[in-house]
Nanobody, 125 residues
Framework: QVHLVESGGGSVQAGGSLRLSCAAS????????MAWFRQGSGKEREGVAV????????FYADSAKGRFTIALDNALNTLYLHMNRLKPEDTAMYYC??????????????????WGQGTQVTVSS
């Protein structure tokens, strides 16, 4: 079992920055990927960024490339999402996830069996 707790969400103006954190506990060694997903009002949950827990390889959705950075501190068991140049369309509930992922469709939520409760990000224009 893996327990994930997100923090760091809030309200920010367009162009601003936020850093989300996700504290992981439990059997974290059973997961080889950790990820951030988001779900806007009335929208499907979508993958934003993924990091492999071994090797540190990262993958980003097109909407996040160049603006967001995912990072993992293995010593602290904490996942981060650094978000810069935020846009109103980034407004969503952001979720941390852990799971087993291969090489294909790595941003698919199907790979992730553990989820946090989410943290809200609101970007105003």
């Amino acid at each position: 079992q893996v327990h994930l707790v997100e923090s760091g969400g809030g309200s920010v103006q367009a162009g601003g920055s936020l850093r989300l954190s996700c504290a992981a506990s439990g059997y974290t060694s059973g997961s080889n990927c950790m990820a951030w997903f988001r779900q806007g009002s009335g929208k499907e949950r979508e993958g934003v960024a993924v990091i492999r827990t071994i090797g540190g390889g990262t993958f980003y959705a097109d909407s996040a490339k160049g603006r967001f950075t995912i990072a993992l501190d293995n010593a602290l068991n904490t996942l981060y999402l650094h978000m810069n140049r935020l846009k109103p369309e980034d407004t969503a509930m952001y979720y941390c996830a852990a799971g087993l992922c291969g090489d294909n469709d790595i941003l698919s939520r199907d790979h992730y069996g553990y989820w946090g409760q989410g943290t809200q990000v609101t970007v105003s224009s």
